[in-house]
């Protein structure tokens, strides 16, 4: 079946433009995650969406990051006021529906994300 | 703080030449540890999961264990093809399903 798929692959902005990623998570898939890997550093947990539960924010590095998650499916990562230490390439994941404690952790699989370059 | 160490950064080995990669991590209580291949321009493909100290899981050329420390990738006879990023990754305990990655390590492995 079909992946995660991300749009664009690519982004060039400007400093101080907004920008909007897309995600498409894989069908049937509950749980949806953004990460950020920028060069030379580890992928960087941003933001996580259950289900209709609140999302977990606890990674967005400052309030000019948003993201929403639309009937429970497609996911929009927002960047507002981009700045150059934005540059990173973004990472989105999904993962089934939990089969319990029992059973354990849920393997999250990932898109091929988008490069955002801001100039 | 929930931290992951993958050390070498990066290593470099022959076809045929066997080696270990290590992941040592801290964290408060381990619910999940993963093993993912990034290659250039591309998400990581996920290659396995370990839950407890003792476990072991086994793909091809590659093999995954676990201790309460530590985890290792063994590459047994690697091909050029085995050459990618090789991303480990924690998930703990207490609700939070966000993963906990290491920088990585660039495998190459040349012909």
């Known amino acids: 079946g079909a992946g995660v798929s991300q749009s664009p692959s690519n982004k060039v902005t400007e400093k101080g433009k907004d920008v909007e990623l897309r995600c498409d998570p894989i069908?049937?898939?509950?749980?949806l995650y953004w990460y950020r890997q920028s060069l030379g550093q580890g992928l960087e947990f941003l933001i996580y969406?259950?289900?209709?539960?609140?999302?977990?924010k606890s990674g967005l590095p400052s309030d000019r990051f948003s993201a929403e998650r639309t009937g429970g499916s497609v996911s929009t990562l927002t960047i507002q006021r981009t700045q150059q230490e934005d540059s990173a390439v973004y990472l989105c994941?999904?993962?089934?529906?939990?089969?319990?404690?029992?059973?354990?952790?849920?393997?999250?699989?990932f898109g091929p994300g988008t490069r955002l370059t801001v100039l | 703080e929930d931290q992951v160490t993958q050390s070498p950064e990066a290593l470099r080995l022959q076809e045929g030449e066997s080696s270990s990669l290590n992941c040592s991590y801290t964290?408060?209580?381990?619910?999940?540890l993963f093993w993912y291949r990034q290659d250039p321009g591309k998400g990581p493909e996920f290659l396995f999961t370990?839950?407890?100290a003792g476990e072991e899981k086994e793909k091809e050329r590659l093999k995954a264990t676990l201790t309460k420390k530590e985890s290792f990738l063994h590459i047994t006879a690697p091909k050029p093809e085995d050459s990618a990023t090789y991303l480990c990754?924690?998930?703990?305990?207490?609700?939070?399903?966000?993963?906990?990655f290491g920088k990585g390590m660039k495998l190459t492995v040349n012909p």
């Open positions: 370990l839950y407890s």
């Open positions: 994941a999904s993962s089934p529906p939990s089969a319990g404690a029992l059973i354990g952790t849920d393997t999250q699989y």
């Open positions: 069908s049937g898939h509950t749980a």
């Open positions: 990754a924690v998930q703990a305990e207490g609700g939070s399903e966000k993963l906990v």
């Open positions: 964290v408060s209580g381990l619910r999940g």
């Open positions: 969406f259950q289900g209709n539960s609140a999302p977990d």
